[in-house]
């Protein structure tokens, strides 16, 4: 349940409501977003994922673009993103608990674990490798985007938004990370 009240859409006014009203008329209405809504500046300020997304979805292809997004959720322990990147997956036709990986593939799940768990530790092994896939501009939209996903991540854990209901039958199939548990308080 989340930790915040959330208004309801006839408690918006001005560019929240208009902003809602959008939402609604294209069916792209979520849980975060509501909850977003209630600040019109933050919610703005996130709605910037979505073209991280599309430079991203650009430089990498879908797949993994979506592989890629899913290591960073799970990675940082979101159940919220973790589930829409693990429907997703399932729509690619991928087992999220068990794919095939390419090596661009790969090394995009390896950033990004790194991106959550210690940037100050990603490799030049691993940004080499990444070279050999990507020009310094798509790098550059990868890391944007990682760092995109993870205030997205945060976001949503910290205030506990609510699981969307398309999303609640695939809840058994999210497993929470657990290498933060090893480190000291």
């Known amino acids: 349940?989340?930790?915040?009240?959330?208004?309801?859409?006839?408690e918006l006014t001005g560019e929240a409501k208009?902003?809602?009203?959008?939402?609604e008329a294209a069916g792209?209405?979520?849980?975060?977003?509501?909850?977003?809504?209630?600040?019109?500046?933050?919610?703005k300020a996130f709605m910037g994922w979505y073209d991280s997304w599309g430079s991203l979805e650009k430089a990498v292809g879908l797949r993994?673009?979506?592989i890629y997004a899913h290591s960073i959720s799970t990675t940082n322990?979101?159940?919220l993103c973790s589930l829409f990147f693990i429907s997703d997956l399932k729509e690619l036709g991928l087992d999220p608990s068990?794919?095939?990986v390419s090596e661009n593939e790969r090394l995009l799940q390896q950033l990004g674990v790194q991106i959550v768990k210690d940037p100050t530790k990603v490799s030049d092994e691993l940004l080499n490798g990444l070279r050999k896939f990507y020009t310094d501009e798509e790098i550059i939209i990868i890391v944007g985007f990682?760092?995109?996903m993870q205030a997205t991540n945060n976001f949503n854990s910290v205030l506990?938004?609510?699981?969307?209901?398309?999303?609640?039958?695939?809840?058994?199939q999210f497993k929470p990370a657990t290498w933060r548990e090893k480190l000291a308080d």
């Open 18 to 23: 208009a902003a809602y009203e959008q939402l």
């Open 160 to 172: 506990g938004v609510d699981v969307d209901k398309r999303l609640l039958p695939l809840k058994d």
């Open 1 to 10: 349940m989340a930790r915040v009240h959330l208004k309801q859409p006839d």
């Open 98 to 100: 068990n794919f095939e």
């Open 77 to 79: 322990g979101c159940l």
């Open 28 to 43: 792209k209405i979520t849980n975060m977003k509501l909850v977003m809504l209630q600040d019109y500046g933050t919610y």
């Open 146 to 148: 990682g760092a995109q």
């Open 64 to 66: 993994a673009a979506t």
